[in-house]
């Protein structure tokens, strides 16, 4: 078990540009959940996913985020024209079957937009 | 609207004291609640839990109980050690959905050698 894995760790970009992120969940997970956490508040759910599909999108999530998880394995996570409100932490997640209120975290990516 | 909150951002312990970390949920409709510990730079992670059935849950110096009729529960740590020291997020599931946890604001706990 090697945890959760996410992709890059640090991420500084400039305001317009896009950026997209990486996340292997724990093997035989099949649920998949993507977080959002700013600094001093409690990590806010942005979307989930089920094996391959996505379930369910938080009004957080605005038409410029996009995340896919193909073949139910990996997920990316794209952000297009980064806004500066965009500089959280995006926190990955993936639960066994049977265990869904336990979630596993990855560390994290933190993203900084200049 | 914050449905899970912790209203003390910090707490401060002696090593061997008991440390008790506080939340209060508005949602009835919350099924589950648990606690996650985080340390700096690393994700949160799964401390202990309890089902909106139970008052109570037990695992090793980690105890939390849930006060349904108050909204209320609480994590206790005994005996606190310096190895403690983390951020603590209480979560809860349900509220119309099974799958996504909301948390709360957090509480670093700092417990002194």
């Known amino acids: 078990d090697t945890g959760v894995s996410q992709d890059p760790r640090h991420k500084i970009t400039k305001r317009g540009q896009n950026v997209t992120f990486r996340c292997d969940p724990i093997s035989e997970h099949n649920r998949l959940y993507w977080y959002r956490q700013t600094l001093g508040q409690g990590p806010e759910f942005l979307t989930y996913?089920?094996?391959?599909?996505?379930?369910?999108k938080s009004r957080l999530l605005s038409d410029r985020f996009s995340a896919e998880r193909p073949k139910g394995s990996f997920s990316t996570l794209e952000i297009q024209r980064t806004e500066q409100g965009d500089s959280a932490m995006y926190l990955c997640?993936?639960?066994?079957?049977?265990?869904?209120?336990?979630?596993?975290f990855g560390s994290g990516t933190q993203l900084s937009v200049l | 609207d914050q449905q899970v909150k912790q209203n003390s951002p910090s707490l401060s312990v002696q090593e061997g004291r008991i440390s008790i970390l506080n939340c209060d949920y508005t949602n009835s409709m919350f099924d589950y609640f648990l606690w996650y510990k985080k340390y700096p730079a690393e994700g949160p992670t799964f401390l202990i839990s309890i089902s909106s059935i139970k008052d109570k849950n037990e695992d090793g110096r980690f105890t939390v109980f849930l006060n349904k009729s108050a909204k209320h529960l609480s994590l206790h740590i005994v005996p606190s050690q310096p190895g403690d020291s983390a951020v603590y997020f209480c979560a809860a599931r349900g509220g119309g959905s099974n799958y996504k946890l909301t948390f709360g604001k957090g509480t670093l706990l700092t417990v002194n050698p």
């Open positions: 997640a993936s639960s066994p079957p049977g265990q869904r209120e336990k979630l596993f």
């Open positions: 996913f089920q094996n391959e599909a996505q379930l369910e």
